[in-house]
């Protein structure tokens, strides 16, 4: 089911798989996709599992009345959605900005998450040269459009190997990228300049916790997900090799195989 959720902000574009079946995930996707992005996981998990995927605002089919987003709006937007499909506890996963969002989202509603999955995503904040990279990208979209900024992002979400081997694959993502409004894109791109770092607040999740990191992503270190692995309680970790940042599309399998054995162990 494919359907609009109007909050205050606009309208979150999601889609609801297989309502009738028991333990919940919900899947948030990074920037600047949209839930397309997590195709493999869904017919993966669907066939064991509830699987909701939304459009972050401003981005996909999401459509937000405010120009502005921030990670904690993101955060309200995921508790409105559990709320409204009456969804009291789940398991939660995102990768990279979604990655973000997870992991505030549990620092603030714990009690909401049988279990989250960070994968190549970091707790650590901006510096100064990752915020100026952000507004460097800004302007570029204000001056040039998506297109540009389509293909130098392209070269840091995915893998050279991935690009060459998947070509269709690889050009259907970056039509995806092209079609996002540039505001969106904007919004979202100062969502994640202003985050908190939450390096010090890891000790207090005591939510089950999966890392996944991949050894040739070029945008989240193994040191960040060392922070992450190391910092949380009780915390599991797998790093996928052969992949660059979007993990969940160059290896699908093992991404896949990594989260069922995890939630198998908690279900």
Known sequence: MSTYLPTSNGEIHYCDYNDVVDHPMVFIHGFPLDQTSWDN???FFKKSN???TYDLMGLGHSKFSYPTVTIDSHVDDLIHLMNHLHLDKLHLVGL???GYIALRAVLKHS???HSVVLANTKAEGDDNKAKANRFEQIDQLKLNGTSSFTKSILTKL???NYREKYFNETEQLSRIIALQSITGLNANLIAMASRFDHT???RTIKTPTLVISALND???SQENSATLKNNIVNAESVTLEDSGHLSNLEQPVGFN???KSFLNRRN
């Open 111 to 113: 009690d909401r998450f």
């Open 218 to 220: 070029e945008i989240i």
């Open 158 to 160: 995915l893998s050279p």
């Open 257 to 259: 195989a990594a989260i």
């Open 50 to 52: 509830r699987v909701i």
């Open 200 to 202: 010090l607040d890891l």
């Open 96 to 98: 990279s900005m979604g």
């Open 41 to 43: 996981q869904v017919s």
